[in-house]
T-cell receptor, first 116, second 116 residues
Framework: EAGVAQSPRYKIIEKRQSVAFWCNPI?????LYWYQQILGQGPKLLIQ????????DSQLPKDRFSAERLKGVDSTLKIQPAKLEDSAVYLC??????????????FGPGTRLTVL | QKEVEQDPGPLSVPEGAIVSLNCTYS??????FMWYRQYSRKGPELLMY????GNKEDGRFTAQVDKSSKYISLFIRDSQPSDSATYLC????????????????FGRGTQLTVWP
């Protein structure tokens, strides 16, 4: 079974620029998550999708971050404009449709963003 | 106060040692407790999952939950160099897929090195 795919793996931008990350979840997984992991910290949930719909985006800085999940499969996360404090690893995770498996999240390798 | 507290280490032990990793938490609603392992430049992978209080054993790994003390532990017996990684505790109030209660709260991770 193929894992969660993310691209790019690394990105360096200057502050105030825009950036987008892409995630392809495990086939058939209905739930998709984006996390932000700042160096030395645990992952923090930014947004959770169930199929096409947003379940939880309460921790997403909506003035600069946006995310969408096209046709309930792939997802993109965008930052516009980026700030220095956005430097982090952005992790995508997915989990199956089954009702009681929210705990089993499969993570991708992440995109490491550096904002200069 | 953070929802989940975890000593970041680093922890360095010789091969064969018993390792003890711990987390404390403040939210009494948490019922589902997980340990993730994260190798360098990789996404977290689920290692152990327990519900409510008690112990769970899987090979060399034992997870313990003490809800009365809001304290969870992961023990690694006969540690191996391949166990060298960052160990993240995570917890949630619900395991329902698509539920905001299922949001995972992560500790900051403990960096473990097992030397031969």
């Amino acid at each position: 079974e193929a894992g969660v795919a993310q691209s790019p793996r690394y990105k360096i931008i200057e502050k105030r620029q825009s950036v987008a990350f892409w995630c392809n979840p495990i086939s058939g997984h209905a739930t998709l998550y984006w996390y932000q992991q700042i160096l030395g910290q645990g992952p923090k949930l930014l947004i959770q999708f169930q199929n096409n719909g947003v379940v939880d985006d309460s921790q997403l800085p909506k003035d600069r971050f946006s995310a969408e999940r096209l046709k309930g499969v792939d997802s993109t996360l965008k930052i516009q404009p980026a700030k220095l404090e956005d430097s982090a690893v952005y992790l995508c995770a997915s989990s199956p449709q089954t009702r009681y498996t929210a705990d089993t999240q499969y993570f991708g390798p992440g995109t490491r963003l550096t904002v200069l | 106060q953070k929802e989940v507290e975890q000593d970041p280490g680093p922890l360095s032990v010789p091969e064969g040692a018993i390792v003890s990793l711990n987390c404390t938490y403040s939210n009494s609603a948490f019922q589902y407790f997980m340990w993730y392992r994260q190798y360098s430049r990789k996404g977290p992978e689920l290692l152990m999952y327990t519900y409510s209080s008690g112990n769970k054993e899987d090979g060399r790994f034992t997870a313990q939950v003490d809800k009365s003390s809001k304290y969870i532990s992961l023990f690694i017996r006969d540690s191996q160099p391949s166990d060298s990684a960052t160990y993240l505790c995570a917890m949630s109030a619900s395991v329902l897929a698509g539920s905001t209660l299922g949001r995972l709260y992560f500790g900051r991770g403990t960096q473990l090195t097992v030397w031969p």
